[in-house]
């Protein structure tokens, strides 16, 4: 939970934190009502089998205090949610549902009973999956088809065994996933500060960091200066750009003298000639592994 | 055709590694205790906390992947062999019991299991044929393909492949990627279909498992009942998925530690909690709560955290209902390890250790 934090909350953060781990679903307050279920109607058995987590929660975790008192010795902020895990929710759930089918012996009324509680779980849910589609895969890999092109048109332009590239923001996400020959210039903290925050002027200028010149280019579609964005291609060693074909950037970087070396459906792959190169190396462990039997 | 079913194959290769893992304390154990379900899920701890015991010292020798692979073939081949070798001793010297037992079962729960394998299968194939774009991908999965491609253990980052001088102690601990890299060296499978089919598939199959364990404890062994709640929980993970559920972590980001913390390892301590509440003295019972405490970490960091803190609210108030001091001694024993790694992880936090890569 990226925006939610505890000291501006306060002892509200609680509340609020409930709010967005259910997005509107009624996902913790069925677990209620199943607790209560269980409480009013449940057998002692299952009542010692539910109720105690139940109530030793509200007492903690649901409890305004505690995430209060927990930040002051942990960052609990982003990920304080994860305790809402502890509670068994889909298993209560289940049990219920299971335990009012089995109140009814004949098979009929069972039958119309489940399809009434998968109606019920289909209309209190409020989030689907799959409610904006299902997209099947078209690869064993499980990537975008053109990504596998992609590593291939790199791969078979590059003398490196390791060749940098920048890549727009899904595949600079999924290329490594499946190519680990290939190195990216920018990394995920990176890539997702420049999404959502942008790349300002002054941080365009900074020299001290030129990814930023790479992410404003690639991933905001910002046309700059054409020394300042090759400076920041040397600077950062960078060989390879991917970026959707026939766009306005695709059309930039031709523009600004780039080598177009293969294009997929919706991808261009666009080749920088840097003038100083450092070939990138794994590092050699040898030496170490020979101390450490010296010391032996 | 071929790779899918190579997939599948290594699907139920895993879960028959961590059958013979488990079935070892069972063997040793006393005559009747014996279950599949219990022994897959004790040997899916056993073998993670036995393989971070091997993985973490030829990481911090900075060793490569390759020498973990040669020592993990061998300590698997061994505890498997041994284990075996323990199942059939015991099968032969109790043979009539052992045969009655299997047809008993199939004939009590057969139809019942059929259909729980089946919607089982459903699910995983809903969930692993969808495509998911998800960006914890970007360093759970690149970790495993880029310790298989540089041939080491934690020493390159992930999200961009540049060599990292330390450590990160977040992940430290939690070497389940390496665990897969090192499956993928053996078998020369791409770590994306490791990853993303073969552990997708086991996270599913232990997800329902642990539910079909916990249904039967709370249905008392009624199979009709255990079958209908596993349909009933398969549908509502469909529904119920918020980004922050343990359902969306199922659903979509399956090949990670943290959906087998959300889904396997909390409520497995749930299941083990409704055995310490019939029998609180069983000495099972609690050792295995200390192999899932000591395992769990393996798996995610987040366990480090989450495992004492479900212990402390579903386990430990059990020494009050019961009015058994016991209880609460051994709870906290069983809470030691993953508060200890946090205590770890906050020292690091704090700048007072740091875990180069090379020797300094």
């Known amino acids: 939970m990226q925006t939610l934090n505890v000291n501006d909350a306060g002892f509200s953060y609680i509340f609020k934190c409930v709010g967005y781990y259910g997005e509107g679903t009624l996902y913790l307050l069925l677990y209620l009502f199943v607790i209560i279920f269980i409480a009013v109607k449940g057998e002692k058995r299952e009542r010692l089998i539910f109720l105690p987590q139940a109530v030793t929660g509200l007492l903690t975790v649901f409890n305004p205090v505690f995430p209060v008192v927990l930040n002051r010795f942990f960052d609990v902020n982003k990920e304080y949610y994860r305790f809402f895990w502890m509670f068994p929710v889909i298993t209560a759930v289940s049990f219920a549902a299971v335990n009012i089918v089995f109140r009814f012996s004949k098979n009929m009324v069972r039958g119309t009973v489940i399809s009434l509680i998968l109606l019920c779980i289909f209309g209190t849910a409020g989030s689907f999956i799959y409610e904006n589609g299902y997209s099947g895969n078209t690869n064993i890999y499980q990537m975008p088809g053109e990504l596998l092109q992609v590593c291939d048109i790199i791969h078979k332009d590059s003398d490196e065994q390791f060749p940098k590239v920048m890549a727009e923001y899904d595949y600079n996400m999924q290329i490594r996933q499946y190519d680990a020959s290939i190195l990216l210039a920018c990394d995920r903290e990176q890539y997702i500060d420049a999404i959502t925050n942008g790349v300002d002027s002054e941080a365009i200028r900074a020299e001290e960091n030129y990814e930023n010149r790479l992410l404003a280019v690639v991933g905001r579609g910002v046309r700059m200066d054409e020394e300042a964005f090759k400076k920041a291609l040397e600077e950062t060693d960078t060989e390879y750009l991917v970026v959707t074909r026939d766009s306005d950037i695709a059309d930039y970087l031709e523009e600004i003298g780039l080598i177009p070396v293969g294009h997929t459906a919706n991808r261009s792959v666009y080749r920088y000639e840097l003038k100083e190169h450092e070939d990138f190396e794994l590092a050699d462990y040898t030496g170490v592994w020979e101390m450490q039997r010296l010391f032996k | 055709m071929i790779r899918v079913l190579t997939a599948v194959f290594f699907m139920f290769f895993n879960m028959i590694m961590y059958f013979l893992f488990g079935s070892i304390p069972f063997s040793l154990g006393k005559k009747g205790s014996f279950s599949v379900t219990k022994a897959v899920f004790t040997g899916f701890f056993l073998y993670y906390l036995l393989f971070a015991l091997f993985c973490i010292p030829v990481m911090l020798l900075f060793r490569p992947l390759s020498l973990l692979t040669s020592v993990w073939i061998t300590v698997v081949i061994t505890v498997c062999s041994f284990s075996l070798v323990l199942i059939i001793l015991k099968a032969l010297k109790n043979r009539e019991e052992f045969l009655s037992g299997i047809s008993e079962k199939a004939e009590k729960e057969g139809r019942f299991f059929i259909i729980i394998l089946a919607v089982t299968a459903i699910e995983a194939f809903i969930i692993i044929y969808n495509y998911q774009f998800t960006l914890d991908a970007a360093y759970y999965v690149a970790n495993v393909t880029t310790s298989v491609r540089t041939d080491t253990l934690n020493i390159y980052d992930p999200y961009t492949g540049n060599w990292q001088d330390h450590f990160e102690m977040r992940y ?168 200890a790694l946090v205590l770890v992880y906050v020292a690091y936090v704090k700048g007072m250790f740091v875990l180069y890569t090379y020797p300094r």
């Open chain 2, 172 to 339: 430290f601990f939690a070497v389940f990627p390496l665990n897969d890299a090192v499956l993928c060296d053996i078998t020369g499978i791409h770590p994306l279909i490791w990853c993303k089919t073969v552990m997708a598939g086991v996270s599913i199959l232990l997800t329902n498992m642990v539910l079909y364990m916990t249904g039967k404890k709370i249905f008392g062994d009624n199979a009709g009942k255990t079958t209908l709640f596993i349909i009933f929980a398969g549908f509502m993970n469909f529904f119920f998925t918020t980004i922050f559920t343990p359902s969306v972590f199922l659903t979509t980001r399956t090949y990670e530690g943290k959906c087998l913390l959300a889904n396997v390892v909390l409520p497995g301590i749930f299941y083990i909690y409704i055995n310490i509440l019939e029998d609180a003295e069983k000495k099972e019972n609690w050792r295995l709560l200390l192999l899932v405490a000591l395992g769990a970490p393996v798996l995610s960091s987040s366990s480090n955290m989450l495992v004492p803190a479900m212990i402390a609210t579903t386990i430990l108030p059990l020494c009050i209902i019961k009015k058994a001091p016991a209880i609460a001694v051994r709870s906290l024993a069983c809470m030691i390890p993953g508060i």
